[in-house]
């Protein structure tokens, strides 16, 4: 098997990932994630929260609604502007994304472009259904990618509303109500995780692309001079937060966008791409937004999302550097970026996740030699248990367990043996070096500690 179905292999085995709805069937593209998985997601998620936004004097903290008035869409240009171009195969009815298709076959971005500009492209190239090989396409028609629902229990357009595609539009109309009832001055940021939907036409690769995702976005607004400034410290803080989590520098790459790819709205954006199993793709972007969103959220909603500066008292309208990170596609970087299957000496073998201490789903695993010693290796447990992410088995021969917590990715097992009894002593085994060291019970909260910040 290839790395990606390894890894989904042993997302299934040890609880990290599971299909959606798995005893029925299951539902295309949909993923739970079980005990392991849910657990380092929320540890990731933490890990960002506290350097991003709790760790800085310039940053603060927003949960805004998943459901919102739907002229917040028509400001922001999702109902006319966010949508897929969907081509048919005459021959075998297959449906494609014309972008997706021109970007694998001509390594071309058609942000931008008309549909008729797309259809001609992929026509003028001879490019061949990837189904059947034919050449014979309808045009493509623009498929909205918002998800809508209804508010209250009549179903007509009057109450149709909008699952949210990204958690950002609920920053901007809270700009007004965050520097009314806050003593921010700019440049100040605000960041928001939360659930986002988009109905995209050509999920796939795991949990790389997903319908339903979970986002880790920055609004920071800053004064139009400094905005080119602003950007570039953003792109460098987080080229380094992918290396803190161990992300190799030689997978990592930070493309710039050419002038015909930019959104819309933005002036300036790069994306950081990792080298999935698959090829190289998106990570996640920052962007140089300008005044866009802010502009048009006053326009429509008639409000003034204005800054006066309490010094030089000049009036304006910030532009916005957007940090914006997919939580679940971390996940899948952080795992295959984990997963090593590995040759031991006498032609044994191992597979290891090599997840960083600050985020493994269990930081330290204890074991008791012999089930007779449980009662006290218990009691080390419970202690280590108030201050890391701690797991107790007593199941199985102790080789076992450690490949088992292996698989987990825990990089440290704790080993009450009879010898402990005697000296207060236990075995801390570390995961990716397997080297045993003897620590004196009452030091060994501080060992781990120091072991895990280092």
């Not at 709790?54 to 502007?81: F, K, T």
């Not at 009815?93 to 931008?112: F, H, M, Q, T, Y």
Request: aromatic letters at 12%; hydrophobic letters at 35%; glycine letters at 6%.
């Amino acid at each position: 098997m290839g790395l990606m179905e390894d890894v989904m292999a042993l997302c299934k085995r040890r609880g990290f990932v599971y299909a959606g709805s798995d005893i029925y069937g299951g539902l295309a593209n949909t993923w739970d994630y079980g005990p392991y998985g849910s657990q380092l997601k929320k540890n990731i998620l933490d890990y960002w929260w506290k350097t991003f936004v709790e760790n800085r004097d310039d940053m603060i903290g927003l949960d805004s609604a998943i459901l919102m008035n739907p002229r917040v869409w028509e400001a922001s240009g999702h109902i006319s502007n966010f949508s897929d171009p969907l081509m048919d195969c005459k021959n075998c009815k297959e449906r494609v994304r014309a972008d997706k298709l021109i970007e694998e076959k001509l390594n071309e971005s058609v942000e931008g472009q008309s549909n008729e500009e797309i259809f001609a492209k992929v026509m003028d190239s001879k490019l061949e259904c990837p189904s059947c090989s034919k050449v014979e396409w309808t045009e493509p028609r623009a498929f909205n990618l918002m998800f809508k629902t209804y508010q209250g229990v009549i179903e007509d357009t009057a109450a149709q509303v909008y699952l949210r595609p990204e958690t950002a539009q609920g920053i901007f109309v809270n700009f007004k109500n965050i520097t009314d009832s806050t003593r921010m001055r700019l440049p100040f940021g605000v960041g928001q995780y939360g659930k986002s939907f988009r109905n995209e036409i050509t999920p796939g690769n795991f949990i790389f692309r997903t319908r339903e995702f979970e986002q880790l976005e920055i609004e920071y607004f800053v004064h139009p001079d400094d905005a080119d400034a602003k950007f570039d410290e953003w792109v460098e803080m987080y080229e380094n937060f992918f290396k803190s989590l161990g992300v190799r520098s030689e997978k990592l790459k930070i493309r710039a966008h050419a002038d015909k790819e930019l959104s819309h709205y933005s002036t300036k954006t790069v994306d950081f791409e990792y080298e999935y199993p698959f090829g190289w793709g998106e990570l996640m972007g920052v962007a140089n937004r300008g005044c866009f969103d802010l502009n048009q959220h006053a326009e429509f909603s008639g409000k003034k999302l204005e800054y006066r500066d309490p010094i030089t008292n000049e009036v304006f309208v910030p532009h916005v550097v957007e940090p914006a990170l997919g939580l679940t596609r971390a996940l899948l970087v952080l795992l295959l970026e984990a997963y090593e299957e590995e040759e031991l000496e006498g032609g044994e073998s191992r597979t290891v996740m090599h997840f960083d201490p600050k985020i493994a789903p269990v930081q330290v695993a204890v074991f008791p030699l012999q089930k007779k010693l449980s009662e006290d290796a218990i009691k080390v447990y419970r202690d280590l248990k108030t201050f890391f992410r701690a797991e107790f088995d007593e199941s199985g021969a102790i080789g076992k367990r450690y490949r088992r917590q292996d698989e987990i990715g825990t990089p440290f097992c704790v080993t009450f043996d009879f010898d402990s009894q005697e000296d207060g002593s236990v075995t801390v085994r570390e995961r990716d070096s397997m080297s045993q060291e003897r620590v004196k019970i009452e030091d060994l909260r501080t060992y781990i500690m120091d072991k895990i910040w280092a």
